[in-house]
């Protein structure tokens, strides 16, 4: 009798075991450069929350914000290998890894935001998603980042010619290094998280970015010229390791995704509220913005298209995004 109690005694916690390994949560873990509180953070912290109560619990995400991880080029390495699972990045730094990521990183090719909304919610979104799987990532989602302008601390810029000379800060992408060359201004590439200090200490004049980057980075505290040339519209990525994403459930891996696409709707409503919320705030210090004339900043573009866009898969890939109404 002794044997036969110890053994069920046994089972039961054995059973007990199993089932709280089987309801055990899995933590996720995302980066991203930008502070708590930024509309790309906010995001992934609302897809986190759709997970969690999805799967009953059984997913968490942690949202490593203010590149607690590293900055981008670091992170991406990351989620690639697996040390992370997930993370919010810029589509830029991908250009080198992913020869369709090139397309919407390249200069006045949306026409506008919902222009950039209508081509990467399509089959021309879902045709650079299935890319980057060959790199060992899956994309979740598409962010926005709004338009890029540049600012410097130098002067106002009003034409292609007030670009003459001058040292911008650009994303680790030789798409960006070129088209600073082509505007006759010089590129360097550099981490986000030195671009205040660099342009303070005169390492560079400016750097080119969003409102709210140029808010929430205090960049326009040493760079008080901005110039609303709004050279791209460069989308954001969500992206998951693909090792990971491939050991869920088919029935996870479809919640995952639509728990990605119902943040989105999320994210552009918080990013539309911030880009407002920014500008009023950079104007009232101070900041002096500036609209030059684009069609010298579009016609100076040739060379980098010329560059850029010799692959023919590339080249149907702009001539669809240009044909999407």
């Known amino acids: 009798m002794k044997i036969l109690a110890k053994l069920a005694a046994g089972l039961l916690v054995a059973a007990s075991f199993m089932a709280g390994a089987a309801n055990a949560q899995t933590v996720l873990r995302s980066s991203d450069t930008h502070p708590d509180g930024y509309p790309t953070v906010e995001a992934v912290k609302y897809f986190?929350?759709?997970v969690k109560e999805r799967t009953g619990g059984r997913y968490a995400v942690e949202v490593y914000h203010s590149a607690q991880?590293?900055?981008?080029?670091?992170?991406?390495?990351?989620?690639?290998?697996?040390?992370?699972?997930?993370?919010?990045?810029?589509?830029?730094?991908?250009?080198?890894?992913?020869?369709e990521s090139i397309v919407p990183a390249l200069p006045y090719l949306f026409r506008s935001e919902d222009h950039m909304h209508k081509v990467m919610d399509g089959a021309i979104g879902d045709q650079i998603k299935k890319a980057f799987e060959g790199a060992g990532l899956v994309?979740?989602?598409?962010?926005?980042?709004?338009?890029?302008?540049?600012?410097?601390?130098?002067?106002p810029i009003t034409s292609v010619a007030d670009m003459k000379g001058l040292k911008f800060?650009?994303?680790?992408?030789?798409?960006?290094?070129?088209?600073?060359?082509?505007?006759?201004?010089?590129?360097?590439?550099?981490?986000?998280?030195?671009?205040?200090?660099?342009?303070?200490?005169?390492?560079?004049?400016?750097?080119?970015?969003?409102?709210?980057?140029?808010?929430?980075?205090?960049?326009?505290?040493?760079?008080?010229?901005?110039?609303?040339?709004e050279h791209t519209i460069l989308p954001e990525v969500f992206v998951m390791n693909k090792a990971?994403?491939?050991?869920?459930?088919?029935?996870?891996?479809?919640?995952?995704?639509?728990?990605?696409?119902?943040?989105?709707?999320?994210?552009?409503?918080?990013?539309?509220?911030?880009?407002?919320?920014?500008?009023?705030?950079?104007?009232?210090?101070?900041?002096?913005?500036?609209?030059?004339?684009?069609?010298g900043f579009i016609d100076a573009m040739k060379p980098v298209y010329e560059k850029h866009v010799t692959d023919p898969v590339l080249k149907k890939m702009v001539e669809d995004v240009r044909a999407v109404q």
Do not use: C
């Not at 992170?75 to 690639?80: A, F, G, K, L």
């Not at 995952?256 to 009023?280: C, G, H, I, P, Y």
């Open 48 to 50: 986190g929350e759709l």
């Open 69 to 99: 991880l590293g900055e981008e080029k670091d992170t991406i390495e990351q989620v690639r290998s697996g040390v992370i699972e997930l993370n919010r990045v810029s589509m830029a730094p991908f250009n080198g890894t992913v020869k």
């Open 139 to 155: 994309v979740l989602a598409y962010y926005d980042a709004g338009s890029r302008s540049f600012y410097n601390k130098q002067k």
């Open 169 to 229: 800060r650009v994303i680790q992408s030789d798409i960006f290094v070129d088209m600073v060359a082509a505007l006759g201004a010089n590129a360097t590439p550099m981490p986000y998280g030195e671009v205040y200090s660099a342009i303070e200490t005169g390492v560079i004049d400016g750097a080119e970015n969003n409102f709210p980057s140029y808010d929430t980075a205090k960049h326009f505290e040493v760079a008080k010229n901005y110039s609303l040339d």
């Open 244 to 295: 990971a994403f491939d050991k869920l459930t088919p029935e996870d891996q479809e919640l995952f995704r639509q728990a990605a696409k119902d943040s989105v709707a999320k994210q552009r409503e918080l990013w539309t509220a911030k880009v407002n919320e920014s500008r009023a705030k950079v104007e009232a210090a101070g900041a002096k913005i500036t609209t030059p004339e684009k069609q």
